[in-house]
Every structure is written in structure tokens, then in C-alpha cells.
């Protein structure tokens, strides 16, 4: 037990730090529905039921969507793009072993499967992270025009007003305004990640530099 958590605790931990904001998000927006709904004079919700809600749906997909949409621009972004001096980026100058040519190794049997086959399965399996990633974002986004239409259509409602479809939703400001505000803190996120990595260091992490790397290392 010890050597497993000590080989994966840093995605232990990351999962109980996700499962616990989760929750807590939960908790906090079945509140906050309640109120908001006692406040119209409209009977209240149970827990269970809240996390069958648009409400629940929009808020979780909405932050999902911002997250994944980083780390594919992140993973996309740079693997061809640079920056001087960044623990982020490769170095300006100089083959990079992420860059090898994975033909190279398709006769080693601890070779994932994928590259041994070449072709089609090498070219997805070159990839895949990034398809992963731009796969999670288009769900996320699509869970969220659903899940932010159904709560739109649910004040429209109160309102007397005509419920709108999923894709007449996508076409509103407040769909692209719940959107943009996220995305925007993402892109600020890690290009300060990006650009900070530059000047500033912290020892013991695998994504600043050496503490006595000059402020012109790429790593």
C-alpha cells in the first residue's frame, strides 16, 4: 500500500481535491437553488434531486468545458510554439526527446501497442492526448448548452415567455458570456504559468526550472 500511494499520489491526492470541491460545490449550490427558489414562493428541492438539475448540470459542465478547452490550446500551443527562457516551452535550440521519431522504438516489446502497428494507429496514438482533451472540451460544451438551456427556459418560463431550443440558446449572449468568463481566466492562467516560470522558481516541482538555472533556460 505504501508504494502505491507513494507511485500515484499525485493523482490520489488531485482526486480527493476534485471530489471534495465537487461536493462541496454541490452542497453549496442545492443551497443556494433552495433560496433562490423559497424567495419565488416555488417549493424547494431535495439533494438528490438538485443533482439531477440544470442547475447542477450547467454549473459543473460550464467550468468542465473551460478546463479542458486549456489543456488541449496548452498541449497544442506548445508543441510548436515557443517561448525564450520559460519552463513551459522547449528549447530554442536542439532536438527534444518528445520530438523522436517514435518509429524508432516499434521493435521494443514495452513499446505501447499503438506504435508497434504504425500507420493509422500511430498517427491517432500521436495524438491522443490531445484528441482526449479536445473531445472532453466538446462534450463539456455540449452538457452545458443543454444543461444552461434548460435553466434559461425554466426563468423564461416564470416570465411567461416561449422556451428557446438548445441551439437557439447557443446563440445568446448569456450562453457565450458564462462561456468567455471562463475561458479568459484559463488563457490568463497558463500564460502566467507560462511566463512567470521565466523569473520565478519553485524548488522540487517538475514544472519550474532549477533553482540556479539562468533567467535564459528553457529547463
Known amino acids: 500500500m505504501k508504494r502505491f500511494l507513494r507511485e500515484n499520489g499525485l493523482s490520489l491526492a488531485l482526486l480527493v481535491c476534485f471530489l471534495g470541491s465537487w461536493g462541496g460545490q454541490a452542497v453549496a449550490g442545492h443551497r443556494e437553488q433552495n433560496d433562490e427558489l423559497a424567495r419565488h414562493h416555488r417549493p424547494t428541492v431535495g439533494f438528490a434531486e438538485y443533482l439531477r438539475s440544470a442547475h447542477f448540470l450547467e454549473a459543473t459542465a460550464e ?9 488541449f490550446a496548452y498541449l497544442w500551443l506548445t508543441s510548436f510554439l515557443y517561448q525564450k527562457g520559460s519552463a513551459e516551452s522547449k528549447r530554442l535550440d536542439g532536438p527534444e526527446e518528445v520530438d523522436r521519431d517514435p518509429r524508432r522504438g516499434r521493435h521494443n516489446q ?33 452538457a452545458h448548452a443543454a444543461g444552461g438551456a434548460a435553466e434559461f427556459n425554466e426563468d423564461r418560463r416564470t416570465h411567461g415567455e416561449p422556451a428557446l431550443s438548445v441551439g437557439e440558446f447557443v446563440t445568446t449572449p448569456r450562453f457565450w458570456f458564462e462561456s468567455l468568463q471562463n475561458w479568459q481566466s484559463e488563457f490568463l ?6 511566463v512567470l516560470s521565466i523569473f ?10 532549477p533553482v540556479d538555472a539562468p533567467h535564459s533556460a528553457n529547463a
Open 63 to 71: 467550468n468542465w468545458e473551460s478546463e479542458f478547452l486549456q489543456m
Open 110 to 142: 514495452y513499446t505501447p501497442r499503438p506504435v508497434r502497428r504504425g500507420g493509422v494507429a500511430l498517427w491517432l496514438y500521436e495524438r491522443s492526448l490531445g484528441i482526449a482533451f479536445a473531445l472532453m472540451f466538446l462534450i463539456s460544451f455540449a
Open 189 to 194: 492562467a497558463i500564460g502566467s504559468m507560462v
Open 200 to 209: 520565478l522558481r519553485h524548488r522540487g516541482s517538475p514544472e519550474s526550472k
